[in-house]
């Protein structure tokens, strides 16, 4: 059976992505072929520039789940790798979207290019596809505020704690899972006791104090994330951490693995004169949230 194919990294199947697999899967339909998606585990800018940590939207098995949900048939990976970047668009086309993948239809974002140096923009893309009889469609980005919405802008609102701004380019609440790990006990003795999340080092994670859901197994709790190197305690060698302190809840959940989602940004991180100021500062978060939630 022949694929209607969408191909691309898809980091973060924003906006701009589920615009080019809904029209990937609407026309599979219409065409009577199976909707296809092929992705890059890693983003083969990273691939070039090695970036391997805090740069991540969505690990693989999340946009996989994220692109099922959209109605794909197929979602699979293809891992960029020496012997992919070497090849020329010629080659790609035909031994990648042609043999590899059998496209009978390929559907692509405006600035998508295939071969080594990206020597195969959309151009060359539409005159291959019509040479070889493959059904050919571009779709245009998706904007917000004037600027195309795109992985990099949206990494960018993310490493500066804009967790709001991403989450309307993204169209879902960002995510971060991991396992509850042992801390330095620090937020239990001052009276808000922490989760310390083991969340994968290629995860971008957002700095700062936000309101936050944490799902734990079907449950959802209301919690105040900390993102951040703990300045003012100086515990676990300044080192990033995510930690949640979750409201009205009192169990223990070591080991479970969670899944945090960021809402609203409360506050920078800061460092502190004294562990009072820092206690009457988290009192003063908790409220926020609080009143965030209701």
């Given at each position: 059976m022949l694929n209607y194919l969408a191909i691309g990294t898809y980091d973060g199947v924003h906006l701009g992505h589920r615009k080019i697999i809904r029209a990937a899967v609407g026309e599979a339909k219409r065409l009577g072929m199976r909707s296809r998606v092929v992705y890059f585990p890693r983003p083969p800018k990273f691939f070039f520039s090695g970036e391997t940590l805090n740069c991540l939207i969505t690990l693989p098995e999340e946009?996989?789940?994220?692109?099922?949900?959209?109605?794909?048939?197929?979602?699979?990976?293809?891992?960029?790798?020496?012997?992919?970047?070497?090849?020329?668009?010629?080659?790609?086309?035909?031994?990648?979207?042609?043999?590899?993948?059998?496209?009978?239809?390929?559907?692509?974002?405006?600035?998508?290019?295939?071969?080594?140096?990206?020597?195969?923009?959309?151009?060359?893309?539409?005159?291959?596809?019509?040479?070889?009889?493959?059904?050919?469609?571009?779709?245009?980005?998706?904007?917000?505020?004037?600027?195309?919405?795109?992985?990099?802008?949206?990494?960018?609102h993310l490493r500066a704690g804009a967790v709001e701004e991403a989450n309307h380019c993204l169209g879902w609440n960002y995510t971060v899972s991991g396992p509850v790990i042992k801390g330095a006990g620090l937020g239990r003795k001052i009276g808000f006791p922490t989760a310390n999340i083991g969340a994968n080092p290629a995860k971008i994670l957002p700095p700062g104090i936000f309101a936050a859901t944490v799902k734990i197994g079907q449950e959802v709790f209301n919690a105040v994330l900390n993102v951040g190197r703990r300045p003012t305690v100086d515990t676990l060698d300044c080192k990033m951490v995510l930690e949640a302190h979750l409201l009205d809840f009192n169990r223990l959940i070591y080991g479970k693995t969670i899944e945090v989602s960021f809402l609203k940004h409360l506050r920078p991180e800061r460092k502190f004169h004294s562990l009072d100021s820092l206690i009457t500062h988290i009192k003063s978060d908790v409220a926020e949230a609080h009143k965030f939630f209701k």
């Open positions: 946009r996989e789940r994220l692109v099922k949900e959209l109605g794909v048939a197929l979602v699979e990976p293809l891992h960029f790798d020496p012997a992919l970047s070497g090849m020329s668009a010629d080659e790609f086309f035909t031994g990648v979207i042609l043999d590899k993948f059998k496209a009978g239809g390929l559907c692509v974002g405006p600035d998508f290019a295939v071969g080594r140096g990206r020597e195969g923009h959309l151009d060359y893309l539409k005159c291959a596809s019509a040479a070889a009889g493959v059904a050919f469609k571009a779709v245009p980005f998706a904007r917000r505020g004037g600027h195309k919405i795109s992985s990099s802008l949206i990494r960018a």
